[in-house]
């Protein structure tokens, strides 16, 4: 652009100069005010009003001299006073501008236009240098005298705007390349993005997969849980409808886990779970489901069954699994299985119905022995009834002091002195009177509810031995039986230190009796429990010797007092040369490891003969005495001397 002016005003007025004595420095003077106007115009990305005002200022002085110059060189006739305004204008549209920019409106104007005046601005820029060289080359067209100066401006200009291109394709590759290798690093890190979300969706469905694993199966088992059973179940028999097939849903519970679980913890417990749980998956067909409801609790179902009769073999296959005893970390266990067996559409119509049918008629196979299998039949709905009654009116018992304790003597074969009592719990009710231990104790036992029935016993018994201490009968002792629940409890020591605790009962006339088969399942953490027990000074008897698990080797090492003969042995005394040698056996292994042998359920005198011949040292039963009420017990022990009893 400045040559463009340069030349242009070399060729119209600095060449005349001295002809027309003109000052030199007018000329110069514009070219000077018109590369401030370019360098200002240029340097501005937007054209505010106020730049505006600014350029038409510098524009319209250089405008107005080069004009009057050109006018006085070529003695153009003009009227002088016309270019004064023109002069007067330039420093007025400059005071203006300075006034606006102070206002700040510019800016305001910057910011509604930016994109516009950006776009205009831009475009013009580009057509400048082009239009300054159309300008030169129209010049020497219709300039035909000494246009040396023309070329030599155009020339110049031509080169510049060569240079200028060079310069700009220059530029263009650079950015191309740059362009290229932002395009690269742009693809390599959308690539890795890429990946990395690819990993992340992976992760994602993996998570979600697991999730729905989770939802369907067990955790400890891995075998479906209750909500996927249920969905097998449901489509098993829409299938068995619409094909005239029969399905059988089992219920399994395994019996006296509770007791391994609390005696040898929740560890071992998982383990025998996790042990079932792979050899019964391998007892069923592929077309069956065995699912793991909770805690020791199996469903099995049976697809495709024609007859009640093909069911049998299946669940036998699925008991061979606890037939013989287990052997966990080391520790030898005897689990046996308890299993309610419903049929599809016989027992049920609804997956709600098979499997509550399913359920109580494994709790009559529990009921009848434990270690069997029952198929569903109405009658059992009368006998969940009952049980949930007993349930409920035991929850009650306790609050309504519905609990009374009985005593039975216990009578020295030697003295005829009564050296003890055994406290038996009975219940008596407010609706339908006295319950039967019998019936209230196993429905206690599955409830939990023996716990606080089995302390609530603990107490009062220990509180009348102290009674009777207290009222100087303290040579008795008092007897409490543990139920196998209780005894596997894991607060039975603390249980018992706060029952004397807060009785003041001596300990060493408190006797627990525990069942020879709690004592057997786990007899390393049994021994533990009663070597606790006997650091208190309780006595410790087993009670049912003989009808368990027996041990000899682990007998030895119990820490007990007493062996109880129990009452089927010493009932059948007269019966044969066999159960005599039974129990003569019985009373001399209890001599020989140093206990004490009591013999129960004495009803006749031949017996009695026979246990006194013999060196039994106690006995206990109607001979002497029934359970008896504390103040039947106080008068039998004021009216009885020893000589009636021998």
């Known amino acids: 652009?400045?040559?463009?002016?340069?030349?242009?005003?070399?060729?119209?007025?600095?060449?005349?100069?001295?002809?027309?004595?003109?000052?030199?420095?007018?000329?110069?003077?514009?070219?000077?005010?018109?590369?401030?106007?370019?360098?200002?115009?240029?340097?501005?990305?937007?054209?505010?009003?106020?730049?505006?005002?600014?350029?038409?200022?510098?524009?319209?002085?250089?405008?107005?001299?080069?004009?009057?110059?050109?006018?006085?060189?070529?003695?153009?006739?003009?009227?002088?006073?016309?270019?004064?305004?023109?002069?007067?204008?330039?420093?007025?549209?400059?005071?203006?501008?300075?006034?606006?920019?102070?206002?700040?409106?510019?800016?305001?104007?910057?910011?509604?236009?930016?994109?516009?005046?950006?776009?205009?601005?831009?475009?013009?820029?580009?057509?400048?240098?082009?239009?300054?060289?159309?300008?030169?080359?129209?010049?020497?067209?219709?300039?035909?005298?000494?246009?040396?100066?023309?070329?030599?401006?155009?020339?110049?200009?031509?080169?510049?705007?060569?240079?200028?291109?060079?310069?700009?394709?220059?530029?263009?590759?650079?950015?191309?390349?740059?362009?290229?290798?932002?395009?690269?690093?742009?693809?390599?890190?959308?690539?890795?993005?890429?990946?990395?979300?690819?990993?992340?969706?992976?992760?994602?469905?993996?998570?979600?997969?697991?999730?729905?694993?989770?939802?369907?199966?067990?955790?400890?088992?891995?075998?479906?849980?209750?909500?996927?059973?249920?969905?097998?179940?449901?489509?098993?028999?829409?299938?068995?409808?619409?094909?005239?097939?029969?399905?059988?849903?089992?219920?399994?519970?395994?019996?006296?886990?509770?007791?391994?679980?609390?005696?040898?913890?929740?560890?071992?417990?998982?383990?025998?779970?996790?042990?079932?749980?792979?050899?019964?998956?391998?007892?069923?067909?592929?077309?069956?489901?065995?699912?793991?409801?909770?805690?020791?609790?199996?469903?099995?179902?049976?697809?495709?069954?024609?007859?009640?009769?093909?069911?049998?073999?299946?669940?036998?296959?699925?008991?061979?699994?606890?037939?013989?005893?287990?052997?966990?970390?080391?520790?030898?266990?005897?689990?046996?299985?308890?299993?309610?067996?419903?049929?599809?559409?016989?027992d049920g119509k609804t997956t709600e119905e098979l499997m509550k049918n399913a359920d109580m008629a494994m709790y009559r196979a529990k009921e009848e022995g434990r270690d069997n299998y029952k198929f569903y039949s109405i009658d059992m709905n009368k006998t969940v009834s009952r049980i949930m009654a007993l349930e409920n009116g035991l929850r009650k018992a306790l609050k309504n002091n519905e609990f009374v304790l009985n005593y039975q003597p216990q009578v020295s074969l030697q003295t005829g002195e009564i050296v003890g009592v055994e406290a038996l719990l009975r219940w008596n009710t407010v609706e339908a009177g006295m319950v039967s231990p019998i019936q209230f104790i196993p429905v206690a036992e599955e409830s939990g509810l023996i716990i606080p029935i089995g302390e609530w016993v603990l107490n009062h018994a220990c509180m009348q031995g102290k009674a009777w201490h207290d009222s100087g009968q303290s040579h008795l002792k008092v007897a409490v039986n543990l139920s196998p629940v209780q005894f596997l409890h894991e607060n039975l020591v603390e249980m018992v230190i706060n029952a004397l605790r807060t009785t003041g009962f001596n300990p060493n006339y408190l006797e627990l009796e525990i069942t020879e088969g709690v004592a057997f399942t786990d007899a390393e953490a049994a021994i533990k429990k009663m070597q606790a027990l006997r650091d208190l000074g309780v006595r410790i008897s087993i009670d049912d010797f003989g009808t368990g698990y027996s041990s000899l080797m682990y007998l030895k090492r119990f820490p007990i007092n007493t062996l109880k003969i129990p009452k089927p042995f010493n009932q059948d005394i007269m019966a044969g040369q066999k159960d005599k040698a039974l129990v003569e056996t019985m009373i001399y292994l209890g001599h020989s490891l140093g206990l004490s042998v009591i013999a129960e359920g004495i009803e006749s005198k031949e017996q009695l003969l026979f246990l006194k011949e013999h060196h039994c040292d106690i006995v206990q039963g109607d001979i002497y005495s029934k359970p008896l009420t504390v103040l039947q017990i106080n008068a039998l022990i004021e009216n009885t001397t020893p000589s009636k009893i021998s």
């Open 1 to 346: 652009m400045m040559i463009t002016a340069v030349t242009l005003s070399w060729y119209f007025i600095i060449r005349n100069h001295q002809t027309y004595n003109i000052f030199i420095g007018l000329p110069l003077g514009d070219l000077i005010l018109f590369f401030g106007a370019m360098i200002f115009y240029l340097g501005s990305e937007k054209l505010s009003p106020f730049r505006v005002v600014i350029l038409s200022s510098l524009l319209l002085q250089v405008i107005a001299d080069s004009s009057y110059l050109i006018f006085t060189i070529n003695n153009i006739p003009f009227i002088e006073s016309l270019f004064h305004p023109l002069w007067t204008l330039s420093p007025l549209l400059m005071g203006i501008a300075g006034t606006l920019a102070a206002q700040n409106d510019g800016v305001t104007f910057e910011k509604k236009n930016k994109s516009h005046s950006l776009k205009n601005s831009i475009t013009l820029r580009l057509l400048l240098p082009y239009l300054s060289i159309i300008l030169l080359f129209m010049t020497m067209i219709f300039q035909h005298d000494d246009s040396n100066s023309l070329i030599i401006g155009s020339a110049a200009a031509i080169l510049l705007l060569l240079s200028r291109h060079i310069f700009a394709s220059l530029e263009n590759q650079t950015l191309l390349i740059k362009y290229h290798e932002l395009t690269e690093e742009l693809e390599q890190k959308i690539g890795e993005r890429t990946e990395e979300l690819s990993a992340k969706n992976q992760q994602l469905l993996s998570a979600a997969r697991k999730m729905k694993y989770m939802a369907y199966h067990d955790v400890l088992s891995g075998l479906p849980n209750r909500r996927m059973f249920l969905e097998r179940l449901k489509t098993a028999m829409d299938e068995a409808k619409r094909n005239h097939f029969k399905l059988a849903v089992i219920f399994i519970d395994l019996d006296r886990f509770k007791n391994i679980n609390d005696t040898l913890g929740h560890e071992f417990g998982d383990l025998l779970l996790k042990h079932v749980t792979k050899e019964m998956a391998k007892s069923v067909r592929k077309i069956d489901t065995i699912s793991r409801q909770g805690g020791d609790e199996f469903t099995v179902l049976l697809n495709r069954i024609r007859a009640v009769e093909d069911v049998i073999p299946l669940v036998e296959r699925i008991r061979a699994v606890v037939a013989k005893p287990i052997i966990i970390q080391g520790q030898e266990l005897h689990v046996s299985m308890s299993i309610g067996i419903a049929f599809y559409p016989s």
